[in-house]
């Protein structure tokens, strides 16, 4: 059975740090590209960053680079997304994704999905 667990959220102030993981079960990191949402309260989801073992590429978006960071440890089956210099804005939930043979370079849907992980930014 194909799960994602998130982890690693919390509240934290502004300026502070988080590492958020996911954690793959069911299948290895092989070949897939692995993608972190956020969705704030009455906002759509967004992409935020993307790592592809399908063809070595990842993809930060623009408002999150400089701050954040992701990193794959492929033998834990484990995807980390560290942020940095959070911001109140980042507050929202974050997910996990999953595709088979996905580029990071390209868009598209994404067949599996973790249950997300809060992350508040707050003084």
């Known amino acids: 059975q194909v799960q994602l667990v998130e982890s690693g959220g919390g509240l934290v102030q502004p300026g502070g740090s988080l590492r958020l993981s996911c954690a793959a079960s069911?299948?290895?990191?092989?070949?897939?590209?692995i993608a972190w949402f956020r969705q704030a309260p009455g906002k759509e989801r967004e992409g935020v960053a993307c790592?592809?073992?399908?063809?070595?590429?990842?993809y930060l978006e623009d408002f999150v680079k400089g701050r954040f960071a992701i990193s794959s440890d492929n033998a834990k089956k484990t995807v980390y997304l560290q942020m940095s210099a959070l911001k109140v804005e980042d507050t929202a939930v974050y997910y996990c994704?999953?595709?088979?043979?996905?580029?990071?370079?390209?868009?598209?849907?994404?067949?599996?999905w973790g249950q997300g992980t809060q992350v508040t930014v707050s003084s």
């Open positions: 994704a999953a595709e088979l043979f996905r580029s990071c370079l390209l868009g598209g849907d994404y067949e599996y």
């Open positions: 069911g299948f290895t990191l092989d070949y897939y590209a």
């Open positions: 790592i592809s073992n399908s063809d070595d590429s990842t």
